[in-house]
């Protein structure tokens, strides 16, 4: 730590002392100048040259004169790049850099202290030197320089990118910045467990805690709260029952009631049939369809608000109620998907909904029963509970003869325990998988179940039997549209993990011809899923470029796999609508059908306008496939946002498409996705300021995004529950502040759109065109939130979620 040091020690009067920062403690003068003779003697001519004009440069950068001041700044910038490029031709030549890197040290040193942060981690980059900058870092300047080089990780190539985290990271835990480390740790997948430890045990502080609790619940990362992070056994509850996320329903109702929007909704309510003029405003058939898809609105609406006016409300009549009334208004599959929305209604609140489920596990209908236990899946999704109620219940009925039921089970188990790993189901559900007497269903949903639970996890026992089953595979099984869903399944393990896939994706070229490309696009897509890997997206347009014989269909996962890959970050996201638009104008039937659906998840519950209107011009096409893939794609832009022009336009198609069953059906549905939990819901997987991407979340995306490739098979089909995985992604998109005993607390912040300022000068404000409103309020897509008032602290760096918020010592009335 002494070298930065002493440059301060003497006076800037010495132009010999920049070159003394290379020694352990500064002697006496006369003695350190004979050093530096010496050394000047074992330097070439080329570096003395440098050094002298560093010398230079540094004294006349302390000038009393601003200009020459200004001209000396100037000059180091440049000769930060002779040195960038002399130390690449330096490491090609084999040649000793040790005389460069002292110069590296004093540039560094002086970039820091004079606010060009930016400037000093691109010259350590170049050098391949970062660990460095530790050392020069200080309180007034860490914030700036992790920003940089957070931000800048996104554009490097691995394996700097994660060096780059690390060392942020580091400089975070240095400062004791603990929630901004953690956000870093929740990003380095590979060391995550050990860093998150390390940045509970760095802090005494309990408040501080229970924040990092919130943001691990949030990300949804399973982890056991044990005594090296909490010793007291009563903390320990608490910690772990945060991680668990036990208080995300209590915190949505809390956000609903200060909203105003506690009342249910009923599909009518949806519709607003009054507004629209002429046909289709008088359909009011009762036909199986329509009330399935009112069905699914119903969910979508009031999820998680454990009210409805379709299957929780009171009856006058009989102690069965509506619900009884409503179930038995659906058809045979259709009945699963009904009793499954009452999962959806009741949302994150385990104990009432698994008593409210309970009454129809005992139904004599096995499609009723299967429905039961999807809810039962999916009211536990994202909420964990140490005595796992939905595993204990769940597993009696996997082995039910009906097929249905154990559908119902098997998908149940995929969506309650997504992410958790758990060892339990690794057995017994690749048993099922090995089975030779399971049917062709129920493979594919025990393999999907597999992926989401082991999601991004590169497990090569469960790859294995996936692949074995994709194996085994007869030519007419091969020719099922569901079992596209395998491929999926095999990538859900490699979610984001780039290059562990490679060795999987190798196995996959001897598949049977039918599926090989479709498999080994898809893996690529997955593996590389929120990375921005812009080589990968070269090779995936080179897929959807080539003109390929009838039959072949695994451009439609190329061209979701460009939007995966892209939506890393906002400049990705933009030139990859401008590629779909030109694949578009340009591609086949199959990838024109695959375009809007990759718009959809490009921006996901973010409406842009130039995406809004492709979508709209898209849902009147002549292509049957295309038209519902942009609708159901408007849903998916426009969810949970109630966006008006997107309600408009659902609107409209619902009167123009009024005798297609199959369109109007996704119209409903869109419907329901545009008024998700009444506008308090996001389905984007990303959080956190855009930061950290939930694995869960995107394989919930994924699934549903891969069923809707082939829609008259799937979600048209008798496969429509596949729409229920998308809870994985919903998401409360709030900013509830509570005090430090978790009770809401509410205070003023403004809300506006989100400025990106890496690398500005001076502290320029973060957000622009803000609003200030009180707490608990909700944020759109490029929204972000910070305190009006400073009478209180606030525990995390970023305004999300849950925050704890602690009172200002320093603060006076």
Known sequence: MSPPENPNGAGPAAPSDPAQPSQPQPPAKSKGKKKDEKKDDDLSEEDLALKEQLELYVVRAQDADPGVQKLALESMRNLAGEIAQEFQKRQDDDMPIDALMELVQQIVSFHMKHNAEPEAVDLLMEVEDLDLLVEHVDSTNYKRTCLYLTSSSRYLPAPDDMLALDIAYTIYMKFEDHTNALRIALLLDNKSMQYVKQVYTGTDDLSKKKQFSFMIARHGLPMEIDDDIATDDNDREILQELVNNTKLSEGYLTLARDIEVMEAKSPEDIYKVHLIDGRGASSSLDSARQNLAATFVNAFVNAGFGQDKLMTAPSDSSSSGASGNWLFKNKEHGKASAAASLGMILLWDTDSGLA????????????????????????????????????????????????????????????????????????????????????????????????????????????????????????????????????????????????????????????????????????????????????????????????????????????????????????????????????????????????????????????????????????????ADVSMAAIISLGLIGAGTNNARIAGMLRNLSSYYYKEAAHLFCVRIAQGLVHLGKGLLTLSPYHSDRFLLSPMALGGLVTVLHACLDMKSTILGKYHYILYIIVLAMQPRMLLTVDEDLK????????????????????????TGFQTHSTPVLLAAGERAELATEKYIPLSSVLEGFVILKKNPEYNE
């Open 356 to 623: 409210q489920l309970d009454k129809y596990l005992h139904s004599n209908d096995a499609h009723v029963v299967a429905g039961a236990l999807l809810g039962i899946g999916i009211v536990t999704c994202g909420v964990k509970n140490d005595c796992d109620p939905a595993l204990a219940i769940l597993m009696e009925y996997v082995n039910k003869d009906d097929t249905n039921i154990r559908i119902g089970a098997i998908l149940g188990l995929g969506i309650a325990y997504a992410g958790s790993q758990k060892e339990e189901l690794k057995t017994y559900l690749s048993t099922v998988l090995g089975d030779n007497q399971s049917t062709l269903e129920i493979l594919i949903f025990s393999a999907i179940s597999l992926g989401l639970v082991f999601v991004g996890s590169c497990n090569e026992e469960i790859a294995q039997s996936i692949i074995l089953a994709l194996m085994e595979r007869s030519e007419t099984d091969l020719a099922e549209p569901i079992i596209r869903l395998l491929p999926v399944a095999l990538g859900l393990l490699y979610l984001g993990k780039q290059e562990s896939v490679e060795a999987t994706a190798e196995v996959s070229k001897t598949f049977d011809e039918k599926i090989r490309k479709y498999c080994d696009v898809t893996l690529m897509s997955l593996a590389y899923a929120g990375t921005g890997n812009v080589l990968k997206v070269q090779k995936l347009l080179g897929i959807c470029s080539q003109h390929l014989e009838k039959g072949e269909t695994h451009q439609g996962p190329a061209v979701l796999g460009i939007a995966l890959i892209a939506m890393a970050e906002e400049l990705g996201a933009e030139m990859a609508v401008r590629s779909l638009e030109r694949l578009l104008q340009y591609g086949e039937q199959n990838i024109r059908r695959a375009v809007p659906l990759a718009l959809g998840i490009l921006c996901i519950s973010n409406p842009k306008v130039n995406v809004m209107d492709t979508l709209s011009r898209l849902s009147h096409d002549a292509d």
């Open 744 to 767: 809401p607390l509410p205070v003023p912040v403004r809300v506006g759109q989100a400025v990106d300022v890496v690398g500005q000068a001076g502290r320029p404000k973060t957000i």
